[in-house]
């Protein structure tokens, strides 16, 4: 199974029985990734089983530079970004909960549910990392790789999941979708600051709603029906 990265630069599915499709979003004009239906592994120490129905994820978490066109069309504050050749294929940081939400809904989007997060991360066969069940801190942007700081979201080709999703493992911390009376909300997938354990996509985590510093995300899902 054929896809692309950001540069066009093709890459090759490790698993070509895989059937992954991929659109172009129309409401940010960014690349999704179908997730059909079927079961799901969840959780790391008792990992329970559950349905889930088909939807779309972005292929890669949202950027420096697509929070720019959401600012630019919205008058939304912008965010402090890290310098560099590669700043703008980063994942946009220093957004809240509240930020990730304003951006999907602009697009026409929504935050994935903790679910939906970890089924596009593990697949069908509920693995323990997006690339397999070894562990292997160099297909990841996580502590031990020794990066300290944020990566092009399209740089660890290695590590993608089954269903063609990049950057489930390390990079950013990335907001779920949450109760809108909870002060709280899930993150996941661990970031460049963490240690690798944590960046297993069965590892659970939160934070404030308002928290935002430079190593969170996020990355939007949507219905199939919408698409």
């Known amino acids: 199974m054929w896809g692309s990265d950001l540069s066009g630069e093709l890459f090759i599915s490790k698993n070509p029985r895989k059937e992954f ?9 960014r690349k999704m990734r179908r997730v059909p239906t079927g079961q799901a592994l969840l959780g790391a ?4 089983v559950t349905d889930v129905g088909g939807y779309f994820i ?39 909960h509240a930020d990730a939400e304003a951006y999907a809904s602009w697009a026409g ?18 693995r323990d990392f997006p690339w397999g069940n070894a562990p292997t801190p160099a297909k990841c942007n996580c502590r031990e790789s020794g990066i300290g700081e944020t990566s092009a979201v ?11 999703v990049f950057d489930m493992a390390g990079n950013v911390w990335e907001w779920c ?9 899930p993150l996941r997938g661990g970031s460049f600051n963490s240690p690798f354990a944590t960046c297993a996509p069965g590892h659970a985590n939160d934070a404030s709603k308002t928290m935002l510093d430079d ?6 899902a949507a219905d199939i029906a919408t698409a």
């Open 21 to 29: 499709s991929e659109i172009t979003w129309d409401g940010d004009q």
């Open 45 to 48: 120490e008792v990992p329970e």
């Open 58 to 96: 972005d292929t890669y978490p949202v950027t420096v530079a697509d929070f720019q066109v959401f600012c630019n069309a919205t008058g939304h504050p912008e965010p402090p970004q890290p310098d560099g050749d590669d700043a703008a294929q980063r994942p946009v940081t220093h957004v809240t």
């Open 109 to 126: 989007k929504r935050l994935p549910t903790e679910i939906e997060w970890e089924r596009a991360a593990r697949g069908d066969d509920g």
């Open 154 to 164: 399209a740089r660890y080709r290695s590590g993608v999941s089954p269903f063609g």
């Open 177 to 185: 979708s949450a109760d809108p009376e909870a002060r709280r909300a």
């Open 215 to 220: 190593d969170t995300g996020f990355r939007c």
